[in-house]
């Protein structure tokens, strides 16, 4: 049986490369699959996070998921901290990984930056838990955005050695499904560095609260060159805003990039901006509006993440009780 796992992080805003790298594949992919989408609240905190703001992300992501369109009576929605097996599997998989292992994670590089000492240890085993997070479930297909593969590579490994340790044929080995024409968006400020919500710019990225008025603000904003936009797909390389832009502007109307610039190409930057803003604005408007409906009701919300959580921990316990079994725990 094909299973979906996926999460995202309750930390700052929501914004456009969450949207096009993951939820609205998300959104896609519900129906084919029996999905589980969880706001991995356990990996925010590799960070500090102040707790009332991590409540009130919890439960603005979990807005804004169900805005974008998840179902969250078909698909099984759920703040990691509910289901305990989460950080059961974690430890299990801390001594299946290796040290050298975890020492190849760019984004641990990037994270802890030059001060690695102070590091949180939870940031340096992220990886473990984001295994764990898929395994528990034994899912099968994982969607996520371009920046997630080295994690996902990891957790094939870990499946592997667990299975190979224990001799058993108890892990699949999960797919990474990247999809579509913008797995990676680029900053609107700078076409060579990742759209985060970490980034200090506002102007850098489309938050899915973002109204029209800041969608054509920042978009205007974004950076450009000079010359107008190439017809063909080969005319963006050594183009990096320009690519993005198109890249965003393809998957927005979900198109092929080439599809793209057989209706833009040829444009001044000006007038495709124009276009570009039409576009976001008709499919992040309605998503926002939702969105700030929704955060105003934390008890529905709550009801969706307690559900959830109930439906998870079904489906994972069965399977830590087969890891202790194989691992050699005594449950008496
Ligand atoms: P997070 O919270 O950083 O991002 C959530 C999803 O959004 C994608 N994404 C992007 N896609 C395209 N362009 C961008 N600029 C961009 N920024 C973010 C991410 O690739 C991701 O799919 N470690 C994960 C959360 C996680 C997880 C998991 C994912 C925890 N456990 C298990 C999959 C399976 C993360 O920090 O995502």
């Keep these: 049986m094909n299973r979906i796992f996926s999460g995202i992080q309750p930390t700052g805003n929501l914004h456009l490369g969450n949207y096009l790298g993951a939820i609205r594949n998300w959104v896609d992919l519900q129906g084919a699959y029996e999905c589980l989408y969880c706001i991995v609240d356990l990996h925010a905190i590799t960070l500090w996070q102040e707790p009332d703001v991590l409540r009130a992300s919890t439960r603005e992501v979990t ?8 179902d969250p009576d078909k698909n099984i929605v759920f703040n990691q901290s509910v289901n305990p097996d989460h950080a059961t599997l974690a430890w299990v998989f801390n001594c ?3 040290l050298g292992w975890l020492n190849r994670m760019t984004q641990f590089k990037e994270k802890a930056g030059k001060n690695r000492e102070n590091a949180s240890v939870g940031l340096y085993a992220y990886p473990n838990l984001m295994a764990a997070d898929i395994l528990a479930y034994k899912a099968t297909h994982v969607p996520v955005g371009d920046d997630q593969k080295q994690h996902l590579e990891l957790a094939r490994d870990i499946a592997q050695k667990f299975n190979s340790d224990f001799k058993v044929d108890l892990f699949p080995l999960p797919e990474p499904m990247i999809l579509g024409e913008a797995t990676r968006v680029m900053s ?14 506002e ?11 800041d969608i054509a603000l920042k978009i205007r904003r ?3 060159d000079p010359e107008p936009l190439p017809r063909e797909a080969a005319g963006l390389e050594g183009r990096p805003e320009a690519d993005n832009l198109i890249g965003i502007y393809a998957a927005l109307s979900r198109k092929s990039r080439e599809a793209a610039l057989a209706a833009v190409g040829g444009m001044q930057f000006s007038l495709f901006k124009q276009e570009l803003t039409d576009l976001a604005v008709s499919i992040l408007g309605p998503i926002g509006e939702e969105m700030q409906r929704l955060v105003k009701d934390p008890g529905y919300i709550d009801g969706v993440l307690r559900k959830g959580g109930e439906r998870a921990r079904a489906v994972s316990r069965p399977v830590i009780e087969e890891v202790y079994e194989r691992v050699g725990f005594v449950q008496p």
Excluded at 63 to 70: F, H, P
Excluded at 188 to 201: C, I, W
């Design 222 to 224: 974004a950076k450009t």
């Design 96 to 98: 299946v990984a290796r």
């Design 188 to 201: 609107l400020r700078d076409g060579r560095s990742k759209m985060s919500k970490s980034d200090p710019s």
């Design 63 to 70: 807005a804004g998921l169900i805005a974008a369109g998840i």
């Design 203 to 213: 102007y850098s990225r489309i938050n899915l609260t973002d109204g029209p008025d």
